[in-house]
């Protein structure tokens, strides 16, 4: 990473938790967990809290939904760790992968209803051009998809829009294959607590 | 439905007030991106419009003009979720616009 602090800053028990993590893993610490728990308080703890609700708080959307919208999210962001971390929970979530790569090859014609579709296409053209209008949420409601929804999808999509930057910025290692495996599993399991 | 209202009023307030390095007026240039001087204008607008295009340069830039680490990862952070709070809040607008015409339910006021 780019800064030294968010590598080796942390306090000695968190370096203690990141050993068990190691021993217990044999995975390096992934970049996202360093940053999150680099000085708490400021960031990393206001945060999961935020992304807990965003991601398994009540709505109308799944598991599954709302880490495809993430990972989709990500990939427009170009965060490369970020897609494929959330786009291996929305697999285990929906158990379908095919499903899962289908939509972020090509959201048009990939097998998921109409609704996540419409709200998904929102969420990409909010995300590219940091803008979205009345008729973009119009085309949405359109599709079936009730505002609390829609409020739903965008705190997902704030969620990402947060992260995806902490990722670039701070340049987080893309890491092994076996560890984007483990990755997804944990925040699957275990959630942003 | 989920409700994120008072966590985002949390963590925003964390950034700009929280215990830090970076001033409170530095913290809010950075949430609004706006006001900066260089070398920290070009990585703050990078950060905020496009976060894949910062490089080691643009942070060595920054440690080089005398910023400490700690107070580039408490800019970054504010920037990322001034941006994304930007984006968040353009969107609910939208939203809003588009319920008062098309007869959905109005949003209940945050």
Redesign the interface.
Known sequence: M?????DS?HRVPMKGKFAVIRTVSRLPVPDAVKTNR??P???GT??G??TQ??MR????WSVGDRELMGASVSQI???EVCTKTHAGVAALAYQDEAKVSAALVDLETAPIQEPLRATMR?LRK??RD?????????AV?AAGVS??????A??V??TF??V????????WVVPSAKAFEAGSRFLFTRGYH | ????TQ??K??VA??LD???RASPAQRRAAFDNAGLAEPLRTLID????H??T?T?ED?ASAKAAGLG??H???L??C???G??????D???A??E???E??G??P?NPR
Not at chain 1, 164 to 171: H, Y
Not at chain 2, 46 to 49: A, D, G, S
Not at chain 2, 83 to 88: F, L, V
């Open positions: 780019r800064l030294a602090i968010l800053g680099y000085r308080d400021f960031y206001p945060m809290v935020l609700e965003a708080g009540p709505s109308a962001n170009k965060c929102m909010l995300t940091h803008a979205v209008n009345a008729d973009d949420m119009r409601l505002r609390e929804q829609i409020e739903d965008l705190a999509c704030f829009n947060v995806d930057r902490m990722s670039r910025t701070f340049g | 439905m989920s409700d994120i966590a985002h949390t963590l964390r950034a929280g215990d830090g990078k950060v905020v419009k976060a894949y910062v080691d942070i680490e700690d580039i990862f408490e970054a952070v920037a990322a979720i941006q994304a709070t930007r984006q968040y353009i969107a609910l939208a939203l616009a588009a319920t015409r098309s959905h339910a949003r």
